[in-house]
Structures are given as structure tokens and as C-alpha cells.
């Protein structure tokens, strides 16, 4: 049988490979982006600097309670939408694309965010030095077996679990169901959020994990059927941002979300030149 035959047969096809090389090719462009996920050399909380000057971060930054207070010289060569920044301006947290975030300085970008009261503030920054030394993204070419039928069990109600980060602090993570697939005959299962949109989301470790692929990776199945059936594609998943900057703050895999079985499948490691 020819492999266009068995992919067919496995549920694959050429058309299947095809869609997934376009997906592996946006996602290397998307990662090498002046302001993807290499690009941040900052993630600095406020709560770590009480006088409000951070080193290497330009401006005054202070806690305001519901929002930021940044105060801005002339020198300090901030820019606030568009505009040149002297004087004090009160910002909440950036939700939109980083290079349309509000505050800049030269092409560097200041992101205000916020996680369960605490503020930071992100500082991405295109010339830095893990952007330039990024060659690609290794991952395993397209196979039919890992892409799985599965089902969606949703909860009664969100639950929330603390799981450590990739900066060693422990946060609260959203899980909205879990979803059930099937290897190899054993059933196996993902806890996962269900995002605004009704796509899922799963942090995953498998046997692969810290060995021939990344310590944990993401999977972000698409909205399930109103019968729970979903689409639960291995091919496809992600590496953490955390896999290209160690300023990213993670969730580790939640309890029960390290799979027994290896998953030698999608993205498995940041290849730098």
C-alpha cells in the first residue's frame, strides 16, 4: 500500500501532511517575529522593586493598586501611544499584540501585565540576543497515528489548581474538563481549559519529556462538538514559551496531565544556529 494510501486509511492523507507543513512553517516565522517570544529579556514584578526603578527598564514604575503609575523624564525616551511620555500616566495590564502594546521605547516594547494582583512589567526586545542565535523548530513530520479521535468531558464547573511555573512561583491554572483519546488501545486522559472561545487548552508532559522533546508542552485542540467529539492532534503540539525564553512564566503539566505513553509527535525542541 502506498503511504498516500495508509494515510488515508489511518485518517491522514497528503492534504493532512500539507496543512501541517504550512502550520510548522508559521509557527518557526511566528517565533522569530520581531516580537515573538524570543524577543523578551524581562519579566520584572513590582513587588521586587518598591523604589520603582528597574534596572535597564527606563521610567518610574509603581503599584496603583487597580492599575500602574508610570512616571517618565524626557530622557527616559518612553513613548505612550505614539507620544512622547514626560510626566505620570496610569496604564492597565496590555492584552492585545505586543507590538501594539502602549508603551515603548525605541523598538523595545514595555508590557504591563497582571497575575492574581501582582503587576510586572515585560520588556521585549527584538535585537535580543536568543532572536538572533534561533535557527528553527525541531518537530516530527506530520504522521496520521498521532492525529486522534477524542472526547470532551466537561466539569460541573471550572476548577482551579496550583501548579508550580517556569519562574518557580505556584499559581492558580482554570480547568474546565478533560478530554479521553485512546493509544495503543489504553485510554488515556488530558485535563484542559476551555478557552473564550471554546477551544481547549492542555499542558502535557509524556514519556518523551526532558529527553528527546522539552520538558512539557501545550496541546490546543479546537471547540468540541455539542456531542464532546474533538479533534485531539499530537502533530500539532506547541512548545511552551518558556522553551525560548526563560522569562515567561509557564504552568507546569497539572496533576494526572503526565501521560505514561511517548508522544514522539509535534514540536519537540528550540533549535538555536
Known sequence: MSTDAQQQEQGGGPDAARDWQRWHEGR?????????????????????????????????????????????????????????????????????????????????????????????????????AARHAFSTIEATPYDPRWALPGTFRPYDGERTVRVAN????????????????????????????????GSLWAVFADATSGNSSYRFRFLRPGAPAADGRVDVDFNRALLPPCAFADHFICPFPPPGNTLTAAVPAGERNRIDA
Do not use: C, M, N
Open 28 to 128: 518557526v516565522v511566528a517565533v522569530a517575529a520581531p516580537y515573538g517570544p524570543l524577543s523578551l529579556t524581562g519579566t520584572h514584578w513590582l513587588s521586587d522593586y518598591p523604589e520603582g526603578r528597574i534596572p535597564a527598564v527606563p521610567g518610574h514604575w509603581r503599584d496603583g493598586g487597580d492599575e500602574v503609575v508610570l512616571t517618565a523624564a524626557a530622557e527616559d525616551g518612553i513613548v505612550i501611544d505614539g507620544k512622547p511620555l514626560t510626566g505620570e500616566i496610569r496604564l492597565g495590564a496590555d492584552r492585545g499584540p505586543i507590538d501594539d502594546s502602549r508603551v515603548a521605547q525605541g523598538q523595545r516594547r514595555l508590557v504591563v501585565l497582571r497575575r492574581e494582583g501582582l503587576w510586572a512589567v515585560r520588556d521585549f526586545d527584538p535585537g535580543s
Open 166 to 197: 517556569a519562574d518557580g512561583a505556584e499559581r492558580g491554572l482554570g480547568l474546565g474538563g478533560e478530554i479521553a483519546f485512546t493509544v495503543d488501545g489504553d485510554e488515556h486522559t488530558l485535563q484542559v481549559a476551555v478557552e473564550p472561545d
